[in-house]
């Protein structure tokens, strides 16, 4: 129920637009025939377990649902054993090109195996892709081809408000400069690579920036909480242990796929003090907590996130006892969404195993994120500058204008 947004009656607007210079252009090329998008088919191959959101599975992946095997690697990585096996070669985005035949969805998917990737960044790789492989011979014709791969990555999984964001993120950044207009073909071809490039490596680089730019808030003595697997929280808390600052954290369990493991398994390697909270101990160990950092699957026009499931009951916590709640997240996390409440948004879906059966007739609640309001949040730490979460709608404007 976002449709109250100043920004999505904006989003109508340029909508009409597209449609309209889309249909001027049909009239005036009869020869312009861009390629169809992929069928539903098509992308329910690539996303096989449709009972589970494409969101999770991967999270599964990257973040590594705990299993026996996986518990005993931690155990070794902890007792001062080296493990390699996540070590993925980074591929260089000039030598990538893609292949005639190969979907835009097959190149994201080349992308977002690498765990280091984040699934929006490896959206934006492939996008700018497409605009290197392409066949176009006119902008309109280009453009609809984007747009037609954007709606594709869209619709590959609903539920990932990340990747939604970066696609319109992307579209917005690429083709939002007049000289477009007045330039040759080959030309403007040339600007919107040189603008997809940028904004990839700008994507790319957002975590470095964001670790730096909350060292300050970090003081030697505290104790932070965290919650989940954030990649941005990881690498902040890395920075600062680098720095030689003395801090220790707390690491909630995050059931039920256990990612606050890995995470304190991370803080173990870094020699930082680490101590492993089950989900509902939370509150009895608030008062030992100087600060809770969380990351974000989305920021929403409100300035609140969406994050994963328990967030909005540590800022519950956290707010009653006065506890600052900083949020590390991506500018491509800004999303144009304006949730009301917890279901007002569509659920990503995960498996649950209790580990003991349970009764067909009892109903399990399986979404993988909730809400947070801005009034439980006190700073969001993003590569675009340490904002309060009532400037986030400001952003916003500019960022999708």
């Given at each position: 129920m976002w449709y109250r947004s100043p920004s999505f009656i904006l989003d109508n607007q340029e909508q009409e637009k597209f449609l309209l210079r889309q249909q001027l252009d049909q009239q005036n090329d009869d020869v312009l025939n861009p390629p169809p998008p992929p069928s539903m088919s098509e992308i329910s191959i690539q996303n096989p377990n449709?009972?589970?959101?494409?969101?999770?599975?991967?999270r599964a992946a990257h973040h590594a649902v705990v299993t026996s095997d996986w518990l005993a690697q931690?155990?070794?990585?902890?007792?001062?054993?080296?493990?390699?096996e996540d070590t993925v070669e980074k591929v260089e985005e000039d030598d990538r090109v893609v292949e005639k035949g190969e979907s835009v969805i097959e190149e994201f998917n080349s992308w977002r195996k690498q765990p280091d990737l984040a699934e929006a960044v490896a959206a934006i790789r492939a996008l700018a892709s497409v605009i290197r492989s392409s066949k176009a011979t006119?902008?309109?014709?280009?453009?609809?081809?984007l747009k037609k791969a954007s709606d594709s990555l869209k619709s590959?999984?609903?539920?990932?408000?990340?990747?939604?964001?970066?696609c319109d993120l992307f579209m917005r950044y690429v083709t939002r400069t007049s000289a477009l207009e007045y330039e040759d073909f080959n030309s403007a071809r040339s600007r919107l690579m040189e603008r997809a490039e940028k904004f990839g490596e700008i994507s790319y680089k957002a975590r470095r920036i964001i670790s730096m730019l909350s060292q300050d808030f970090i003081f030697d003595g505290c104790t932070i909480l965290v919650h989940g697997f954030s990649r941005v929280v990881l690498e902040v808390l890395k920075t600062a242990a680098q720095n030689k600052k003395s801090f220790r954290v707390f690491c909630t369990e995050g059931r039920p796929d256990r990612t606050g493991l890995r995470f304190s398994n991370e803080m173990a390697k870094l020699d930082v003090p680490v101590?492993?909270?089950?989900?509902?101990?939370?509150?009895?160990?608030?008062?030992?907590v100087d600060m809770v950092f969380v990351g974000a699957d989305g920021v929403v026009e409100s300035g609140g996130i969406i994050n994963m499931m328990g967030t909005y009951q540590i800022a519950l916590v956290a707010h009653s006892l006065n506890k600052p709640v900083y949020v590390?997240?991506?500018?491509?996390?800004?999303?144009?969404?304006?949730?009301?409440?917890?279901?007002?948004?569509?659920?990503?879906?995960?498996?649950?195993?209790?580990g003991v059966p349970v009764p067909s007739k009892v109903e399990i609640e399986k979404s993988a994120r909730d809400y947070t309001p801005p009034q439980y949040l006190t700073l969001l730490f993003t590569d675009l500058g340490?904002?309060?979460?009532?400037?986030?709608?400001?952003?916003?404007?500019?960022?999708?204008?």
């Amino acid at each position: 129920m976002w449709y109250r947004s100043p920004s999505f009656i904006l989003d109508n607007q340029e909508q009409e637009k597209f449609l309209l210079r889309q249909q001027l252009d049909q009239q005036n090329d009869d020869v312009l025939n861009p390629p169809p998008p992929p069928s539903m088919s098509e992308i329910s191959i690539q996303n096989p377990n449709p009972n589970i959101s494409a969101y999770y599975q991967t999270r599964a992946a990257h973040h590594a649902v705990v299993t026996s095997d996986w518990l005993a690697q931690a155990q070794a990585a902890v007792s001062g054993g080296v493990t390699g096996e996540d070590t993925v070669e980074k591929v260089e985005e000039d030598d990538r090109v893609v292949e005639k035949g190969e979907s835009v969805i097959e190149e994201f998917n080349s992308w977002r195996k690498q765990p280091d990737l984040a699934e929006a960044v490896a959206a934006i790789r492939a996008l700018a892709s497409v605009i290197r492989s392409s066949k176009a011979t006119t902008m309109m014709e280009l453009e609809i081809e984007l747009k037609k791969a954007s709606d594709s990555l869209k619709s590959w999984d609903a539920t990932s408000i990340s990747l939604t964001a970066a696609c319109d993120l992307f579209m917005r950044y690429v083709t939002r400069t007049s000289a477009l207009e007045y330039e040759d073909f080959n030309s403007a071809r040339s600007r919107l690579m040189e603008r997809a490039e940028k904004f990839g490596e700008i994507s790319y680089k957002a975590r470095r920036i964001i670790s730096m730019l909350s060292q300050d808030f970090i003081f030697d003595g505290c104790t932070i909480l965290v919650h989940g697997f954030s990649r941005v929280v990881l690498e902040v808390l890395k920075t600062a242990a680098q720095n030689k600052k003395s801090f220790r954290v707390f690491c909630t369990e995050g059931r039920p796929d256990r990612t606050g493991l890995r995470f304190s398994n991370e803080m173990a390697k870094l020699d930082v003090p680490v101590k492993l909270l089950i989900d509902s101990a939370v509150a009895y160990s608030m008062d030992e907590v100087d600060m809770v950092f969380v990351g974000a699957d989305g920021v929403v026009e409100s300035g609140g996130i969406i994050n994963m499931m328990g967030t909005y009951q540590i800022a519950l916590v956290a707010h009653s006892l006065n506890k600052p709640v900083y949020v590390a997240a991506e500018s491509y996390k800004f999303a144009r969404l304006y949730p009301l409440d917890q279901k007002d948004m569509a659920p990503a879906l995960r498996p649950i195993d209790f580990g003991v059966p349970v009764p067909s007739k009892v109903e399990i609640e399986k979404s993988a994120r909730d809400y947070t309001p801005p009034q439980y949040l006190t700073l969001l730490f993003t590569d675009l500058g340490v904002l309060t979460p009532s400037v986030v709608s400001d952003e916003l404007i500019q960022l999708y204008l």
